[in-house]
């Protein structure tokens, strides 16, 4: 190994330190934006030391240059317009289509290199073996994560689609995974192993998430998530790149513990989420008794609700994905800060699954300037809805149902936030369909619940008009 390959090697790893660095800093909202900085800063050197290791080497032709420049500009132009251009609403989906681009790309790691090898019949276990793990687990992520990305667009139904055997094909499938990895680590010459593994896992990628309801989409991003990250590991060994592996695997670890977390504030297991069939999507009507006779609930004004907050001396935000839909975390911010101005004591309940993604309200709150000391995670919340005068819902549907409190229903045990406990509640909602469990809100049709029916941006911004003229 000569000086310059050394100082790349020397260059990788002080960039695998700053990913370690970088997620830890993500721990907070407030050096969340400093972390994701210094681990973009350290991917940039890391691909610029491997630009100059290529050259230095001289072993692509022009063609090869061609090709990596091509796809490097076209690369960056795409995410460069991605990141300026995609809604926050839709970043779940941009998330999810990320996912499917990263574990596709370790998975033509992989079979290029076991197509371009020269002598692939004399291969190793140390190359196949990953280099099979790679590809089932990358073609696994594309897929699934084209799914999940069609499902929280809307071009897919966001309800589970379970069609005849497919259970039995979900079992089948995996065998085939052992079966096909065995076959192509004895024989990594053969085509017909390499490329009937890769067929097998674009399949299952596809009869996984497909009978997994929008409910769970949040907790089948970060498990997708975790899937790439060990993609790109396998990868890092087939290639023999420690920087790679590393990466690939604080990745793999960060997100396997999301998952994990996400599931248990859901009170599901990963097992229980991946088998499906949860969650029928928002837009059955709601009833009071379950029998198709509409709910009888309370309606209220802009006006009614403006005084409530006026004279309040404790009110508690409660943003769910309809606020993240309609686009309206700025008309909550402002409203936040007229009361904040008149003396109300403000703060905001995140539930883990709030929005379709984890951290999806935090970003979002993040970006109308929502002051961090705000954001109460729902653990510390919890004991305040008592003593809070209105609890404000918006958007939020599943997890603020008390009957998630008792057994036998699609949500029991699911950890929700004491809305009901609150003394005053408001819900703004535009009709009252359904969240993605597919039941009733016992919240709605409880005395104390006002419902505003409006469209959140537009509703924030009627009681923010309504509120000035209160306190001014």
Known sequence: MDTVSNAVHYIFLAAAACFVLGLHLMNHPRTARRGNTLSAGAMAIAVGATVWLVVHENVISRTGWLVLVSGGVLGAALGLWAAREVRMTAMP???SIFNAVGGGAAALIA?????????PAVLGARVSLPGALDIVIGAVTFSGSLIAAGKLQGLVSGAPVVFPGARLLNVLLPVSFV???GWLVLA??????????????????VTMVLPIGGADMPVVIALL???TGSAVAMAGFVLDETALIIAGMLVSASGGILTKLMADAMNRSIANIVIGGFGTGDSAPATADGSGAPAQVRSVSADDVAVQLAYASKVIFVPGYGLAAAQ???????????????GVDVSYAVHPVAG????????LLAEANVPYTQLKEM??????????????????????????????????????LDVDKARSVVVIKRSMGHGYAGIDNELYTDPRTGMFFTDAKKGLSELKAAVGEFVR
Not at 190 to 205: D, T
Not at 328 to 342: I, P, S, V, W
């Open 93 to 95: 989906q941009l998330v």
């Open 379 to 416: 653990d510390d919340v919890n004991p305040e809805f008592p003593q809070a005068d209105v609890a404000l819902v918006i958007g939020a549907n599943d997890v603020t149902n008390p009957i998630a409190r008792r057994p036998g229903n699609a949500i029991s045990g699911m950890p929700i």
């Open 188 to 205: 990594p010459d053969s085509p017909v192993a390499l490329y009937g593994l890769v067929a097998v896992a674009l399949l299952f990628g």
């Open 356 to 363: 379709r993604m984890p951290g999806h309200m935090n970003v």
């Open 111 to 119: 079979v290029g290199d076991l197509l371009q090898a020269d002598h």
């Open 179 to 181: 079966a096909g990895t």
């Open 328 to 342: 309206a975390q700025h008309e909550l911010g402002d409203l936040a800060k007229t009361l904040t101005d008149h």
């Open 225 to 227: 998530n975790a899937f």
